[in-house]
């Protein structure tokens, strides 16, 4: 009886500690987090938007500072998770994280969206209408709007259609043209698992086929997962950075962790042909506010080649193009220091 219960008390500590790992992480973070400064804003707050509450988080350590509004990618992964990281960012801007419908904290309090709601020109509705409320609620007359992944969907309509609201439209892990650029990563991938002799992930590439427009989302997400693996600046970082992130973020339970990740999935299989037909180019390459392009150097996510290009066919009245070494995707969030530099030599 001794020993049972002896491998029973083994048992359930081995069971907890996950918790209490995760408990000690949330509590370190809380504090790492605080803002106490009279001048200071740190909100996490519904707002109506399109007549769906719609979850904002608003951190910075001076209001006087410009305003930041970051629009996240997946296309359902809210990049709240990663403010641990840009926590230097909050002392030079106020930093502005939204969720999306069908996404973390907004999925959470309303549930799934009506397909009818879930689609891209929806999205860019609603998100002039955050920036339109930023501005009033702190009291700005321009914001800067960065957009990351496939964020860029979301963005750069809302940067061309009401240049009025924006000081200046900033650029990360830039698609330019989803067929191209799932093309082109399939083939350096299957050249990267050659040279590694990894033949299993050669047969694995190859089957999908050599044009994306048959691929189906596991497909894509075969793609994404070998690309990521073979990555040679940061491999797997979305495992490596964001998803413990995630388990720890100092406001969020458990059921926030869920909806964070109920949402991922869910959006991204039900956008998938919308967001494989898009094209950037087709939204034209003129700018009414500076434009300004932070990519990693070696990005095998959004290519780096193809954004460049494009950034080169961009007419601006400012422009400019930083390529962070040491980074692939997630630049903003894996070389945050280096980021941080260029958005504000650009935007400052």
């Not at 990555?231 to 964001?242: E, G, H, Q, R, S």
């Not at 300004?292 to 290009?309: I, K, M, N, S, Y």
Request: proline content about 5%.
């Amino acid at each position: 009886m001794l020993v049972a219960a002896s491998v029973a008390t083994v048992a359930a500590a081995t069971a907890a500690a996950p918790l209490v790992y995760r408990s000690v992480r949330k509590q370190r973070g809380a504090v790492e987090a605080r803002i106490d400064g009279a001048n200071g804003v740190a909100e996490g707050r519904y707002v109506t938007i399109g007549g769906v509450d719609q979850w904002l988080q608003i951190r910075g350590e001076d209001r006087a500072n410009p305003v930041l509004l970051v629009v996240h990618g997946g296309p359902g992964s809210p990049y709240s998770v990663f403010t641990p990281v840009l926590r230097e960012w909050e002392r030079h801007f106020t930093v502005v994280h939204w969720d999306r419908r069908g996404c973390g904290r907004t999925l959470r309090r309303n549930g799934w969206p009506p397909a009818g709601e879930l689609t891209f020109e929806r999205m860019v509705d609603d998100g002039i209408e955050v920036a339109e409320w930023l501005r009033r609620h702190l009291g700005k007359e321009q914001i800067v709007l960065m957009a990351g992944s496939m964020g860029t969907i979301v963005g750069l309509p809302m940067a061309q259609r009401r240049p009025d609201l924006f000081s200046a439209y900033v650029g990360t892990d830039f698609y330019v043209n989803m067929v191209a650029n799932e093309r082109q990563g399939r083939l350096d991938t299957i050249a990267r698992l050659s040279a590694a002799g990894n033949k299993r992930g050669v047969a694995a590439l190859e089957a999908l086929g050599k044009d994306p427009r048959t691929w189906s989302v596991a497909d894509w997400g075969r793609r994404m997962q070998w690309s990521m693996g073979t990555d040679p600046t940061t491999p797997n970082a979305v495992f490596k950075l964001l998803f413990p992130l995630l388990l720890t973020k100092p406001d969020y339970t458990l059921r926030d962790v869920a909806a964070w990740l109920k949402g991922f999935g869910k959006v991204r299989d039900a956008m998938f042909d919308q967001f494989m037909a898009f094209d950037a180019r087709a939204l034209g390459t003129r700018f009414e506010i500076p434009f300004h392009l932070f990519q990693g150097a070696r990005d095998v996510v959004t290519l780096t080649e193809p954004a460049v290009d494009y950034f080169a066919a961009v007419e601006a009245p400012a422009k400019s193009l930083v390529l962070i070494e040491d980074a692939s995707h997630f630049a903003a969030f894996t070389q945050p220091g280096r980021f941080l530099a260029a958005l504000r030599g650009a935007t400052v």
